[in-house]
C-alpha cells in the first residue's frame, strides 16, 4: 500500500511572526501552544502591488513599534501587536546641505534599500535611519501621533550620503545602535557612526585572484556577528563568498569562503556568537561556524526558492526562512529538521518574530509560561545530547575538537594564530 | 529453492493462485517455449473473456437498478498515482481573492488585459545541428508572430537586451546536446520571469503518421492540469505566447497536457463530419416494410483529430526571477533531488 497521506512535521514552539511580500500584504502567523501547526491569524492591508514591501525593522524596547518601508517609498510605523497604522514617513532621497540650494534634487526613481527604528531614546521619542538606494542615508524623528502634522525637515535630524557612486543593497545597525554597517554593489562595505555621522571603517577588496583580476564589490546581505561586539561583520557577496570583517584588525577579511553557486541573499547571526546562518538565490539554506569557516549543515525540507529572509527567534532555538516560494518554514537551529511550514500565497520580502504579544490566552498565569518554554527546552537538550552521543561513538576524535573550540570562547577573540594564517587572503 | 525463486512466487497474482489451487502447472514452470507461450496465450485470453463477461453483468445489473428506480452500486475507482496524489496545500482556489490580486499584478497581465500582441523570438544555444534547426522550423509553424534569430556568438544576456529594445514580448532558446534538441528556455520580456524546461521525447511532423499541414490561422490554446500555485503561473507563462485571439476557422489547437509534472505539447487540426451511420435493427420488425425507412442511412456529426505536429515533453527544472541571469540570479523555485522522495508528490 502507497503512502498516500503527508508526513506530519513535528510540532513547533508557540512564537508569533509577522510576514511582509510583495502585495503590501501583513500576515500574522501564529503557533499556539496547544493547537499544533502554525497558522495565519490575521491578514492586515489590501492587496496592491505599489505598497509591496521593501524592508523592515523592529525596534528592540518593551513596546516595540514596527517600521515598515514600502515600494512607493513611504515608511509606515506599526503596532506589531493589533497592526494599527500609526504613522507614515516619507523618505529623502537627496542630501541637504545647509548653504547649498544648487544642490540636491529629490530623485523619485531612488528605492529604499535598508530600514531601521531606533529604540525609544531617554529625550523621548523614537527616530529612523532610512537608506536609498542612491546611497542618501538618513535619520528622522518619529512625530507623535498628537502633535500633527509636520514638515519632513523639521522632522530630519540628519542626513548624509554614503557613496557617490554605487548602489546601496543593505544596511545594519548594532544592538547598541551607535554604528550602522553599509554595502552594496559597487560599495564594499562601510561602518559608520550614527550619533556623528562619520565613517569609521571601510573595507578593502580582497586581493587579486590567480588570473590577476579583482571582482568588483557587491554585497548583498550584511550582520553583525554577536550582539556584544559591532567589530565582527559578517558579509554575504553576489559572488557567492562570505567574509567575516574584524574591523578592529584589518580591513581585509580575515575569514572568507564560499557557499553554493548562487548569490547569498540572507544572512542571520545566531546568540552564541559564532554559527551564521546563510540563505542564497538557488534556495539553500545552511549554518556555518564563523571560527573555522565549517559548514555544520543544511537545513532541508521545503526550500524551493530563493531565501529573502533568515531570522533567529531572540530566545527559542528556531530560526524562521522565507522567500520567493512563498513558505514560511521554521527549522530547528540545532538540529536543523523542519519543524513546520506555512503557505502564505504571497512571494514573501521579510518576516520578524513579535516578541511582544506571545500567543498565549490571556487567563493564563505567568507561571505557565515558562514552564511549557522549559518543557521545549529540554526536548532540545534532549536531542542535542543524542547529536552529540552520536557523534562520539562515531567519531570520537572529532567530538574532542569540538568540545575543545567550544570551550576556547573565540566570539571576543579571534584566535591569534588562525588570523595570522588568513591574513595572507 | 534459490532466493530468487521464491521472490517470484512471492509475486504470483491471482490468476496464478487460482491455477495453483487447482492443481494446474503454471506457464511459467513449462520448459518447452512454444507450449509455454501457447499456454500462456490461453490463460491471457480466458482472463479477457472473464472481464468482458464482468463488464457485461455490471452493466446489467445497473441497467435494472435504474430500471426498479434504485440506486446502482457505485463503479470501482481505480487507484493511480494522481489520484493518491498527496496533499498540496499550494493548489490554487478559484474563489482566493488574493490570488487573482497576485495574477492581476504579474508580469504577464498586460498580455491578458490584451495591452500588447505576442511576439516571440526564438535562437538556439551557440553552434546548433540540423535536428534543432529542424525542430525550430516546425516551432515557427506553430507559434503565431515567432520570428528565428542565428544565435551567432552573442551572450543571452545581450539577446535579452536586443529582444527588449525591439519589443519582443517572450522568447525561447532551444538548447542542444550531442546534436538533438535536449533544453528549452522561456523568457518572458521585459521582466521575466525565466523557465528552463528539459526537452525529450521530440518527433518532428514528418515521423507522425497521418499528420497533417497546419494553416496560419491563429490557434486556439488548451492547458490542462495547471493547478497549483507554481503550475498556474507556468501555465500563464505558455498562454503569453500565444495570442489571445483564436480564430475557431482554422480548427486548430495547441495543447500543454500536465501530466505528473510532465507537460506533453501537441498540435491538432479537428474537424466536425457528417458521417452516415447505419441505423440499428430491432429485432421485432425485422421483415416488416417499415424498417426500409429504417434501414436508411442516418448521418450523424463526428468529431476528428489530425495531429499536426511536432510533439514533445517537457519537465521544468526551474523557474527564475527576472529575465536570465545564471550567475546573479534569483530562483522562484529550482528542482532539488531532496524533493524526488516520493512518487506521488508534483509540484505543478
Known amino acids: ?425 | 529453492m534459490g532466493k530468487r525463486q521464491r521472490e517470484d512466487d512471492g509475486e504470483e497474482d491471482e490468476g496464478e493462485k487460482e491455477l495453483r489451487k487447482a492443481g494446474a502447472k503454471l506457464p511459467s514452470h513449462i520448459k518447452n517455449k512454444h507450449k509455454r507461450s501457447e499456454a500462456y496465450s490461453k490463460l491471457k485470453h480466458e482472463k479477457i473473456l472473464d472481464k468482458k463477461k464482468r463488464i457485461k453483468a455490471r452493466d446489467l445489473a445497473e441497467k435494472q437498478a435504474l430500471e426498479l428506480g434504485e440506486v446502482p452500486e457505485p463503479r470501482k475507482i481505480p487507484r493511480t498515482i494522481e489520484n493518491t496524489r498527496e496533499i498540496d496545500e499550494t493548489l490554487a482556489q478559484p474563489d482566493d481573492e488574493e490570488l487573482h490580486a497576485d495574477n492581476a499584478a504579474d508580469e504577464f497581465n498586460a498580455h491578458f488585459m490584451r495591452e500588447h500582441v505576442p511576439k516571440l523570438l526564438i535562437t538556439t544555444s551557440q553552434a546548433c545541428c540540423n535536428n534543432t534547426r529542424n525542430f525550430i522550423k516546425e516551432l515557427l509553424t506553430v507559434i503565431p508572430n515567432a520570428h528565428y534569430y542565428k544565435r551567432g556568438s552573442y551572450d543571452l544576456k545581450q539577446i535579452v537586451k536586443y529582444a527588449k529594445n525591439r519589443d519582443f514580448t517572450s522568447m525561447i532558446v532551444v538548447n542542444e546536446d550531442r546534436k538533438y534538441p535536449n533544453g528549452l528556455l522561456v523568457v518572458n520580456l521585459p521582466d521575466g520571469p525565466t523557465a528552463h524546461f528539459k526537452l525529450s521525447s521530440v518527433k518532428l511532423s514528418k515521423k507522425i503518421k497521418g499528420h497533417g499541414r497546419p494553416t496560419r490561422h491563429m490557434p486556439e490554446l488548451i492547458l490542462n492540469n495547471f493547478t497549483t500555485r507554481l503550475g498556474l503561473r507556468v501555465g500563464r507563462m505558455f498562454a503569453s505566447i500565444f495570442p489571445q485571439d483564436p480564430e475557431f476557422r482554422g480548427r486548430r489547437a495547441v495543447t500543454f497536457h500536465n501530466q505528473r509534472d510532465f507537460i506533453f505539447f501537441r498540435h491538432h487540426r479537428y474537424i466536425f463530419e457528417e458521417k452516415e451511420v447505419k441505423g440499428k435493427v430491432s429485432a421485432s420488425s425485422k421483415d416488416s416494410t417499415v424498417d426500409v425507412k429504417k434501414r436508411t442511412p442516418k448521418s450523424a456529426v463526428i468529431a476528428r483529430l489530425q495531429e499536426c505536429g511536432p510533439r514533445f515533453t517537457l519537465k521544468l527544472q526551474s523557474l527564475q526571477h527576472g529575465t536570465f541571469d545564471s550567475k546573479y540570479g534569483e530562483y522562484e523555485w529550482v528542482h532539488k533531488p531532496d524533493m524526488d522522495t516520493s512518487r506521488r508528490r508534483f509540484f505543478l
Open chain 1, 1 to 425: 500500500m502507497p503512502r498516500t497521506s503527508q508526513v506530519e512535521l513535528t510540532g513547533c514552539p508557540p512564537f508569533r511572526a509577522l510576514c511582509f511580500d510583495n502585495l503590501g500584504l501583513i500576515k500574522v502567523v501564529e503557533a499556539q501552544p496547544d493547537k499544533g501547526a502554525p497558522q495565519v491569524v490575521a491578514r492586515w492591508g489590501h492587496p496592491d502591488s505599489q505598497q509591496a514591501a521593501v524592508c523592515t525593522s523592529l525596534s528592540g524596547d518593551t513596546y516595540p513599534s514596527l517600521a515598515l518601508a514600502r515600494k512607493n517609498g513611504r515608511v509606515e510605523i506599526i503596532d506589531p501587536a493589533s497592526g494599527a497604522h500609526r504613522m507614515e514617513l516619507g523618505v529623502p532621497t537627496k542630501v541637504d546641505i545647509p548653504n547649498d540650494r544648487s544642490r540636491g534634487q529629490e530623485d523619485a526613481s531612488d528605492v529604499v534599500c535598508g530600514l531601521h527604528l531606533f529604540k525609544e531614546s531617554s529625550s523621548g521619542g523614537k527616530s529612523v535611519l532610512t537608506c536609498t538606494e542612491k546611497g542618501v542615508a538618513a535619520i528622522q524623528r518619529v512625530p507623535d501621533q498628537i502633535k500633527g502634522e509636520a514638515t519632513d525637515s523639521e522632522l530630519l535630524i540628519a542626513n548624509w550620503s554614503i557613496s557617490e557612486s554605487g548602489c546601496v543593497l543593505c544596511l545594519r545597525v548594532d544592538t547598541t545602535e551607535q554604528h550602522a554597517a553599509f554595502g552594496g554593489r559597487g560599495l564594499d562595505v562601510n561602518l559608520w557612526d550614527v550619533e556623528k555621522c562619520s565613517r569609521l571603517w571601510t573595507a578593502k577588496s580582497p586581493r587579486r585572484d590567480n588570473l590577476g583580476l579583482i571582482a568588483p564589490p557587491y554585497v548583498t546581505s550584511l550582520t553583525f556577528l554577536s550582539n556584544e561586539d559591532h567589530r565582527k561583520l559578517v558579509v554575504g557577496t553576489g559572488h557567492h563568498q562570505v567574509r567575516l570583517y574584524d574591523v578592529g584588525g584589518q580591513r581585509r577579511p580575515v575569514l572568507a569562503f564560499n557557499f553554493g553557486e548562487s548569490p547569498i541573499r540572507a544572512l542571520a547571526a545566531d546568540a552564541d556568537g559564532y554559527s551564521v546562518y546563510v540563505g542564497t538565490g538557488a534556495g539553500d539554506l545552511a549554518c556555518f561556524d564563523m571560527r573555522t569557516g565549517q559548514n555544520l549543515g543544511a537545513f532541508k525540507g521545503k526550500v524551493a526558492g530563493s531565501i529573502r529572509s533568515v531570522v533567529r527567534h531572540p530566545t527559542l532555538p528556531i530560526i524562521a526562512s522565507c522567500g520567493l516560494d512563498r513558505y514560511l518554514r521554521i527549522h530547528h537551529s540545532k538540529t536543523r529538521q523542519l519543524l513546520a511550514s506555512v503557505f502564505l500565497k504571497q512571494q514573501l520580502v521579510s518576516m520578524v518574530f513579535d516578541m511582544s504579544a506571545l500567543p498565549q490566552e490571556p487567563a493564563k498565569t505567568d507561571a505557565t509560561v515558562p514552564q511549557e518554554k522549559s518543557a521545549f527546552d529540554d526536548g532540545r537538550d534532549d536531542l542535542d545530547n543524542s547529536i552529540l552521543h552520536k557523534v562520539k561513538s562515531s567519531k570520537e576524535r572529532k567530538h574532542t575538537t569540538f568540545t575543545e573550540s567550544k570551550s576556547l570562547g573565540v566570539s571576543k577573540k579571534p584566535r591569534k594564530s588562525k588570523s595570522s594564517e588568513l591574513q595572507d587572503y
